[in-house]
């Protein structure tokens, strides 16, 4: 038991290591094609700092069914309820930033939306494991790992797929494929749907996780058809990656060269040079402003780095992130 707890204290916030660093990714993306600063930035960190702080003591509510005093459950499930509302002011913020905006959907946009989207499902779905009731029933099935996979294949994995397509004329001074990488999204789209969203079915009727004899697979003969969709539909999902790393390795070596910043980004990354050299700059970048100051009224362009001075006979505004 002392195990379980040690294991969960740890892993639980190590949940959140993986989802936090999306969130950010996501962010900055989302506002460079809605061309729009982010709706609500304050909220947004703060809502990071809360999510990271709750993580820290809702552990418990992996051993619901451990045998732990309900007074204990109780609590552990109303910090465990409690993080969907900052989850929720980052949603709303992120839909905020996409409302109005004169929205690109490039590769890396298509997988930021993913990401939104399937964040959405994984946090409904996590509001039902938090409450005990339903998570007495839930436990242990595959309702927990559609839950899971959701939060983490199709929220941080999106967001990480979306940052790569992202970064990379950054990283290398070429850019990905875009038809290619739209391609590579929709499969990896529809596959991880079919795999992940059938668990919730799988899990509603009581199918067990983590199977180590045919017995139970006897017992729900039933959902045998499920269970082989679910699998064909995951070797589709893995399969489609090979597009990812064909095109990831071409355009290393072959893909179209680009200058600094091909996306008309804000952020100070792009004022470096495609990749950049030793100590990233070749000049002293100054800053003027925030990174979000798309669609700035100060400027004819729909973008408006932070290095950019300001037009003539304005006085540098002092960065307000
Ligand atoms: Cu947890």
Wanted: glycine share 10%; hydrophobic share 50%.
């Amino acid at each position: 038991m002392l195990w379980q707890h040690l294991f969960w204290f740890y892993s639980h916030p190590a949940v959140y290591i993986m989802i936090l660093p999306a969130m950010g990714m996501v962010s900055d993306m989302v506002a460079c094609f809605a061309r729009k600063p982010i709706f609500g930035y304050k909220p947004m960190v703060y809502s990071i700092s809360g999510i990271a702080g709750l993580g820290f003591i809702v552990w418990g509510h992996h051993m619901f069914v451990s045998g732990m005093n309900p007074v204990l459950g109780m609590t552990f499930m109303v910090a465990t309820m409690m993080i969907a509302l900052p989850s929720a002011v980052k949603v709303f913020n992120w839909l905020g930033t996409l409302w109005g905006g004169k929205i690109r959907f490039t590769t890396p946009m298509l997988f930021s939306l993913a990401f939104i989207s399937m964040f959405i499902i994984g946090g409904l779905s996590g509001i039902f494991m938090a409450a005990t009731p339903v998570d007495i029933f839930i436990h242990d099935t595959y309702f927990i790992v559609a839950h899971f996979h959701y939060v983490l294949f199709g929220g941080t994995a999106m967001a990480v797929f979306g940052a790569i397509y992202f970064w990379f004329p950054k990283m290398f001074g070429r850019m990905m494929n875009e038809p290619l990488g739209k391609l590579h999204f929709f499969l990896t789209f529809i596959f991880l749907n079919g795999t992940f969203f059938t668990m919730h079915i799988l899990g509603a009727v009581g199918f067990p996780r983590r199977l180590a004899d045919p017995y139970p697979y006897m017992t729900f003969e039933h959902l045998r058809p499920m269970n082989v969709f679910m699998t064909w539909c995951a070797i589709a999902m893995v399969a489609s990656q090979a597009i990812f790393a064909a095109n990831f390795f071409l355009s290393i070596f072959f893909g179209p060269k680009v200058g600094r910043n091909p996306w008309g980004a804000n952020s100070l990354e792009w004022a470096a040079p495609s990749p950049p050299g030793h100590g990233n700059f070749d000049f002293q970048p100054v800053v003027y402003r925030g990174p979000y100051e798309y669609g700035s009224p100060e400027v004819e362009t729909d973008y408006y780095p932070q290095n950019q001075p300001p037009p003539p006979g304005r006085a540098a505004v002092k960065a307000e992130h």
